[in-house]
């Protein structure tokens, strides 16, 4: 199709980071710490309700918006978490990923010229579609407070209540929120859902909430729902995400009796919930002391599948750019896949272009991997330190 001319509004949104860096990681056999997916199988309750539900014959169409039993107890489970009664029918839409259910929204209630307000850092889809519905993207940014004394956490990334005031406007059609945050872990506080749902209502703006990780929370942190809070009901779009949930992506039916069996565990000490936080936390525990002993500033995530790192302070002799817009952090990505053959990403992408060179001393770990593949992780920093102290 090189003679036809794509439409306009796909102008500009050629580049994706995960193309570049995946291919990198092939190429190079790389140990993959970049990519946001787990290495191991789900629980066996849901592999087992998987093999049920081939061997029961559902191997056809389902209803178009949700597989009925997923649809239903979804409404009953989140029903019962933030004192709701949900239609099941017509308030719980499934699609295929939490991707496309954002993809639908902007298409859906974008109109040209509408503004929507990202915050940032960003999961990279949300200025691609949001430009491609004909809106405006608008960006804030969390700012980090400097410590001392101690490892920098996400919490230590703040929300200006009034930079985030003066993005709101008439021409403002919605914010999207992504609670845990992706790359960065934050787990916004009630107090930072309050001043987001108090100019929402303020403004009639839609909210967008990305909970893909909501039960990936850690510490003594919670996640807390907006949707939840006063005048926000009606107007916010809650996605979640059940493969993130039971690293199992595609299974209607096994999910479906997935969450019939975390409905009756809910808050119980056997809950996978609860089980599987508790693993992902000594993971994250484990590579952020892994990278801080490499001379690395891990920032220490509340929530979520990442954590990212300051590289600033690690001098490395990187090859001559060629291509003189690209970020540092890029180009250190690129050195330590090939050179060192561990893959992560950069966290700049996760930022506007404005914004980009601000945020380019930072690299995205995913620390939701087996023990194996983090121990080979370890052994290329450790080494790679052993020859840095040499030089």
Known sequence: MSHHKSSRRIEGLDKNVWVEFTQLAADYSAVNLGQGFPDFSPPNFVKEAYTKAINGGLNQYTRAFGHPPLVKILAKFFGKLMSQDIDPLNEVL?????????????QAMVDDGDEVIIIEPYFDCYEPMVRMAGGHPVFISLHPKPVFG???????WVLDPVELANKFNKRTKAIVINTPNNPLGKVLKCEELQVIAELCVKHNALCISDEVYEWLVYDANEHKRIASMPGMWERTVTVGSA???????GWKQAVA??????????????????????????KRDRLAACLASVGLKPVIPEGGYFLIADISEVNVDLPECTKTEQPYDHRFVKWLTINKGLATIPVSAFYSSDSKKGFQNFIRFCFVKEDATLSKAEDILQEWSRTRKIQ
Do not use: N
């Open 94 to 106: 499934v699609t295929i990923g939490a991707y496309e259910a954002l993809f639908c929204f902007f």
């Open 243 to 249: 493969g993130k949930t039971f690293s199992a992506t």
């Open 257 to 282: 009796e997935g969450f019939e069996k975390e409905f009756e565990l809910l808050g119980a000490p056997e809950s996978y919930f609860i089980s599987l936080r508790k693993e992902l936390q000594l």
């Open 150 to 156: 101690r490892l920098m956490t996400s919490a230590d």
